[in-house]
């Protein structure tokens, strides 16, 4: 086991600093962070970030001249990151913002990622299956409902992820074929069988150089029932490495940015076969981003969720900021993080109306590099269980990135610590979230001259069976489709002829009451009488 147990892990992410430069007028190497103050935050030294109303190449020529000697765009090549030799942030951001052409300047913020340091490890993994406090998110009685599938891939926009772990090889989406996409007004090419990205070196290898997206990775879909070390919240899933952060933990806004739209160009080229829906985000810090708001605004335009760690500092998010978490998009939820007695982390921030749920984020065990496992905590542990409960939910319901998200928040466990301080007032539940979109139920009553029969068996045709209560009534739940069912009371009377009955979702599909004949003499079948309801 890796000596880093139960210690904190900071990851720092310098918005903007360490990018792939690749100049509007020239190339240079990517330079070490330098950081300096902003209105009390830490940013990136001598950088903004610009969107111009209209990026022509004579404005873009223009402000070099009189501002930067490096520029390079990000993403989908709409904003432009500035770079001085003499000028320091202010400066940059008051010239910047002074001109007719742009539509605005922002600082470069310092952020980081958020972790505090027949499968035999199954037992250590609490956070899906509590015995002993009942304050796991119910993973294996969802898994009675669906193991995950390939179907939908999840991208983790982190360190990268260890696509050589046993535990984890088997669940990472590869490319099925030779593509390129454009990142920053740069054509990249990908061979075929790579695993996603690296914002960094701009390359399709993202390799996890740290832990941390191998740790999230794990947590999302460690194999399941592989006898292997752990599982995940998916037995069976496709996950896709974004990697934005280097081996010392140091990123960018810049790289944030190209790292999130590589997966929406993906999706975009090999739809079915890269069909992104889940961004797992470990990392927070610094101040807002528009450039960084309207790329997340892009992933909801290309139908995914962003689930975002609500941060370490035990602070209210209501009233200091905490992004990515707070953006204001349709498709963020932001993680809390809770222990194993449902109590709210002594380091997870929180907020009433910016804080969306809790999940597990205290010693989360899972996978790290090189085929090892360690124990991390953080709000960065908590949001790849919301991650991987969002996609094992599209394993069974077919449902956009809106109805996704309220499908997980209308589903939680309401619990003491978190009431008040989050916008649900409580902790990820997979099993009801997976069950509200995915099953239905069938109910009536068992009668006899319309007289309920206590103690009948009421059975369905895959070997699902009930005992009517003492009035008589009955209930299943199960998954969408059509059934078989069959009621018998031996040996007073004869069981009623099957009937099939479909099951809606999330719906009582039909009220079946089964009427008994009493058996005294004679061969006599069970009537069926259908009301609605």
């Not at 496709?238 to 140091?250: E, P």
Request: hydrophobic share 40%.
């Amino acid at each position: 086991m890796n000596s880093r147990v139960n210690r904190q892990h900071t990851l720092i992410i310098i918005f903007g600093i360490l990018a792939p430069i690749f100049l509007v007028s020239s190339v240079s190497a990517a330079r070490p962070a330098e950081i300096e103050l902003f209105q009390g935050k830490e940013v990136a030294a001598n950088e903004v970030l610009v969107k111009f109303k209209a990026a022509t190449p004579q404005a873009i020529i223009q402000a070099e001249m009189e501002n930067v000697d490096e520029s390079n765009y990000l993403g989908s090549g709409r904003v432009l990151r500035f770079h001085s030799k003499s000028k320091n942030v202010t400066t940059l951001l008051n010239e910047m913002s002074k001109r007719a052409d742009v539509e605005y300047a922002e600082p470069n913020y310092i952020v980081h990622a958020l972790a505090i340091p027949n499968d035999p490890s199954f037992g250590q993994l609490w956070g899906l299956r509590n015995t002993a406090q009942d304050a796991d998110i119910s993973a294996t009685s969802a898994w009675d409902i669906s193991t995950g599938s390939k179907a939908n891939v999840v991208a983790v926009i982190d360190t990268g992820l260890d696509y050589t772990h046993p535990d984890l090889s088997a669940n990472i989406w590869s490319a099925p074929a030779d593509f390129a996409v454009t990142i920053g007004h740069r054509k990249i090419n990908c061979p075929a069988g790579s695993y996603g990205f690296n914002a960094i070196t701009s390359t399709c290898d993202p390799l996890d150089d740290d832990d941390h997206g191998s740790h999230v990775s794990g947590t999302i879909g460690a194999a399941g029932n592989n006898g292997l070390g752990i599982v995940g919240v998916n037995w069976n899933a496709s996950i896709m490495g974004s990697k934005f952060l280097d081996a010392n933990g140091i990123g960018t806004t810049a790289n944030a940015i190209d790292a999130i739209e590589f997966v929406i160009q993906t999706k975009a080229i090999f739809g079915e076969k890269a069909n992104v829906r889940v961004l797992s985000n470990s990392w927070a810090g610094g101040g807002f981003s528009q450039s960084l708001l309207d790329e997340i605004n892009s992933a909801d335009a290309a139908d995914m969720l962003f689930v975002a760690a609500a941060g370490n500092s035990a602070s209210n998010n209501d009233a200091t900021p905490n992004y990515p978490s707070n953006f204001d998009a349709p498709n963020v939820i932001a993680v809390a993080a809770t222990d194993n007695k449902d109590s709210k982390a002594y380091f997870s921030n929180y907020g009433k109306t910016t804080v969306d749920l809790g999940a597990p984020g205290v010693s989360i065990y899972s996978t790290i590099r090189n085929g090892n496992y360690e124990y991390y905590s953080g709000t960065s542990m908590a949001t790849p269980h919301v991650s991987g409960a969002a996609i094992l939910i599209l394993s069974m319901c077919d449902m956009n990135t809106a109805n996704l998200k309220a499908n997980i928040l209308n589903n939680v466990d309401p619990i003491p610590s978190l009431t008040g301080i989050t916008v649900t007032g409580g902790r990820l539940n997979v099993n009801k979230a997976i069950r509200a979109c995915s099953t239905g139920y069938i109910n009536g009553f068992v009668k006899y001259n319309n007289i309920g029969i206590a103690g009948a068996v009421v059975a369905t045709n895959t070997g699902v069976s009930t005992i009517t209560n003492p009035s008589g009534f009955y209930s299943f739940q199960l998954p969408i489709g059509t059934y078989q069912l069959k009621a018998t009371h031996e040996p007073e009377y004869y069981p009623n002829s099957s009937i099939a009955v479909t099951v809606v979702t999330g719906t009582t599909a039909e009220v079946q009451d089964i009427n008994f004949i009493k058996k005294p003499t004679g061969n006599i079948t069970g009537v069926v009488s259908r009301s609605s309801g």
